[in-house]
């Protein structure tokens, strides 16, 4: 069975501590692995696509990796702004465009 | 770019009701949407998959006929809630899947309230 697990499921850093969020999945045939960025009372923001093992992704303070298990979302120096849910969602083969979303990790930033 | 809308924004309405959610794909065509409910401080639990022309797939456990879905177009699908009642409550978000492209992009959200 296709399956996605995130963890922590809360995350409590300091401005300036670094960290990295887990998305662990087990998936008969990896098309693609997401991260989202949600806010309290919105959707979604996709930030990466990642496809292959060995492939990373970063945007400002966020970087992303991936290997055959697991995916990492590294967060470095950050800030109050970076406070939310993150969302990890997995696309399998064979399964058309559906996503498995992990139950995410709420991080929190304090100044 | 890859801009998703939904409309309304939040709905407040009275049992046995039925309530319409829009979600539009804004600057791309969008072959496939999908709608999502979200309870609070829980995941995204995907509802059906809208496919352009063709009838929704709905996942287990779904009413297809208490929530109707359209596709009618590339850039539109809409969600109706049918004889709403008190448990449908919740916050509904529809994203939408750029054509030939396997990323989904999500609308802001329609927290609906049934009273």
């Known amino acids: 069975e296709d399956q996605v697990t995130q963890s922590p499921e809360a995350l409590r850093l300091q401005e300036g501590e670094s960290s990295s969020l887990n998305c662990s999945y087990t998936?008969?045939?990896?098309?693609?692995l997401f991260w989202y960025r949600q806010d309290p009372g919105k959707g979604p923001e996709f930030l990466f696509t990642?496809?292959?093992a060995g492939e990373e992704k970063e945007k400002e303070r966020l970087k992303a990796t991936l290997t055959k298990k697991e995916s990492f979302l590294h967060i470095t120096a950050p800030k109050p702004e970076d406070s939310a849910t993150y969302l990890c969602?997995?696309?399998?083969?064979?399964?058309?465009?559906?996503?498995?979303f992990g139950s995410g990790t709420k991080l929190n930033v304090k100044p | 770019g890859a801009v998703v809308s939904q409309h309304p924004s939040w709905v407040i309405c009275k049992s046995g009701t039925s309530v319409k959610i829009e979600c539009r794909s804004l600057?791309?065509?969008?072959?496939?949407m999908f709608w999502y409910r979200q309870f609070p401080k829980q995941s995204l639990m995907l509802m059906a998959t809208?496919?352009?022309?063709?009838?929704?797939?709905?996942e287990q456990g779904v009413e297809k006929d208490k929530f109707l879905i359209n596709h009618a177009s590339l850039t539109l699908s809409t969600l109706t809630v049918t004889s709403a009642h008190p448990e449908d409550s919740s916050f509904y978000i529809c994203?939408?899947?750029?054509?030939?492209?396997?990323?989904?992009?999500f609308g802001p959200g329609t927290r609906l309230l049934v009273l």
């Open positions: 990642l496809y292959s």
């Open positions: 969602a997995v696309q399998a083969s064979g399964h058309f465009n559906k996503f498995y």
């Open positions: 998936v008969s045939g990896l098309r693609g």
């Open positions: 809208s496919n352009e022309g063709s009838k929704a797939t709905y």
């Open positions: 994203s939408a899947e750029q054509t030939f492209k396997e990323t989904q992009y």
């Open positions: 600057d791309f065509q969008a072959t496939t």
